[in-house]
């Protein structure tokens, strides 16, 4: 057995002693939804990273530089710079409005059950995209880690990866879900740094010599299949005019907007302020989480441009594969045994996360909150049915990711974002910031930014673009279907047309009541006055 399949197992024994130790913690409801709200600042900073540092981060961004250079360098500066966001606007007022779900904070002033109903649907959407671009960086990660064990397939690596996520939340809760993060996080920032600390060696510590190399590329065009020498600091291999037929702008300017504002709608990221004891431990965990994830978003720079100078792209046969193979190139088997290692720990990890906040939303809003009213619900009734719903969000998810495993995965995360962006963002910031806001709006806007992101990336190139096998017709070749939506990420349009719906739907249909209770939010979003507080265990 390879010395990457033992440090892989070494990972899962050690996290699954944790999901044991903390399912003996877990004695209700506010320790299986939020780990009793007893978690520090730095450890939630930690988790965050963990949560956020996915597999689209450290195989996909990696990729994406190795194979089209500084424009593959956007994905990580708009992932980095869209924790402002997440810092400035949504962290404190939601720790201090909700209590297990995002939909606690809309329901807050709104009437609960259609808004929890359109939340829990536009969270199991968001979470489940998320949680398929996770796994089929699992299955291409196992494809190349037991190359010769040509009996595990990319299938079974799939299968055994979402087995695994189901085991953490089911028995472990949130409480396993933090600490598999935190183990997650130090171990993919330690290999991180010191694969980055190779690169440098390789060019004998010298940046003049590494961006040199960058700058003068020479490998084997996979169009064309002719040597050519290009400059990878220069933009426009991905999104330049001649690449996209004139959309590269705004293709960039979609993806970025996606990117910025997408995490403040992420589900899994947002979950994790109700962990913590205060709103002040939130913001805490948030500049937390800034610091880690800036430096790790920084060295997957050498990451990408070590890939592409010492390996060559033609050379890479899968982007997403990009890191683990220059880690093998330059740091020998044993190193390519923990790089890999910890990418299935970043992958266990945050497919757990996404899991726990699927089942969490559709166990508290849906069935406790829409079904039941709110009314006579036992706490432990709600957990049980989280726990089913993790089984059913992680089947869904290993089926999707076995039919779509070519898709690379930082670009599959680029629409998680741009849906979360949609239907999430514009309904928590019209809620905690505009008094107008009505339920009506909240349903137009969750309900509108989350069909029409879809529909759009459905008609866009991202899927039609793609070539299909004509199967109705029995034939062997292939045909082309003429995308209808111009870009491939449809954020410069499904975020405004989300807003819009949101904005529309208060204006047509306004709720005196939810205006009466505005300052009400307004005083126990930045005060804490009345928020949930931590539990004892």
Do not use: C
């Not at 996520?165 to 089911?170: A, I, L, N, S």
């Not at 171990?187 to 390789?202: D, E, Q, R």
């Amino acid at each position: 057995m390879t010395p990457a399949i033992w440090m892989f197992l070494a990972f899962v024994a050690a996290t699954l002693g944790i999901t044991i130790w903390a399912a003996r913690r877990n004695t209700g409801a506010s320790a299986y939804f939020a780990a009793g709200r007893g978690i520090t600042g730095w450890q939630n900073g930690l988790a965050v990273a963990g949560d956020y540092m996915s597999a689209a981060s450290f195989l996909g961004i990696s990729g994406m530089i190795a194979f089209y250079g500084f424009d593959g360098f956007m994905y990580s500066v708009g992932w980095l710079v869209a924790y402002l966001t997440v810092l400035l606007v949504v962290a404190e007022p939601l720790r201090n409005a909700g209590k297990y779900t995002m939909a606690d904070l809309l329901a807050y002033r709104l009437t609960p059950r259609p808004v929890r109903a359109m939340a829990s649907l536009s969270t199991i959407t968001v979470s489940t995209f998320y949680m398929v671009a996770q796994m089929i960086g699992a299955g291409a990660l196992v494809k190349l880690l037991l190359k010769d064990m040509p009996w595990i397939t990319t299938e079974s690596a799939i299968i055994g990866v979402g087995v695994l996520m189901v085991v953490y939340v089911v028995f472990g809760g949130m409480l396993a879900t933090t600490w598999v993060q935190i183990i997650k996080a130090i171990l993919l920032l330690t290999g991180t740094i010191f694969l980055s600390v190779l690169v440098m060696k390789h060019f004998e510590y010298s940046f003049s010599s590494f961006f040199d190399a960058i700058s003068h590329l020479t490998y084997t065009d996979p169009k064309t299949k002719l040597e050519v020498t290009r400059n990878f600091l220069d933009p426009g291999l991905k999104f330049g005019d001649a690449v996209t037929g004139g959309m590269g702008k705004w293709n960039l300017i979609s993806l970025g907007i996606a990117l910025l504002f997408g995490t403040a709608g992420l589900p899994h990221i947002l979950v994790r302020f109700y962990t913590v004891p205060d709103a002040k431990t939130a913001r805490v965990s948030v500049v937390w989480a800034m610091l880690i994830i800036g430096t790790f978003y920084i060295l997957t720079t050498f990451l990408g441009f070590g890939a592409a100078t010492i390996l060559k792209p033609h050379n890479i046969p899968f982007d997403n594969m990009s890191a683990p193979q220059l880690a093998e190139t330059i740091g020998g088997p044993l190193f390519f045994a923990f790089i890999s290692a910890v990418a299935f720990a970043t992958i266990l990890a945050v497919v757990a996360g996404l899991t726990i906040s699927a089942s969490a939303s559709f166990a508290h809003d849906f069935y406790s909150n829409v079904l039941h009213h709110g009314k006579d619900v036992d706490p432990n009734t709600e957990v049980r049915v989280a726990r089913i719903t993790a089984f059913v969000v992680g089947g869904l998810s290993i089926f999707l990711a076995i039919k779509l495993q070519s898709v690379n995965v930082a670009f599959l995360v680029g629409l998680a974002f741009a849906v979360a962006a949609s239907a999430n963002l514009p309904v928590i910031v019209l809620s905690i910031f505009w008094k107008r806001f009505s339920t009506t709006g909240a349903v137009a806007g969750l309900g509108v930014g989350l069909l029409a992101s879809i529909v759009l990336i459905a008609v866009s190139p991202s899927i039609m673009g793609i070539d299909l096998p004509d199967v109705v017709a029995a034939k062997r070749h292939l045909i082309q279907m003429q995308p209808l939506f111009p870009l491939e990420n449809p954020g410069i349009l499904s975020i405004p047309i989300g807003f819009l719906a949101a904005i529309l739907g208060s204006l047509l249909r306004p709720e005196p009541e939810a205006e009466a209770k505005f300052e009400e939010l307004q005083v126990r979003a930045q005060t804490g006055l009345g928020a949930e507080k931590a539990v004892s265990h």
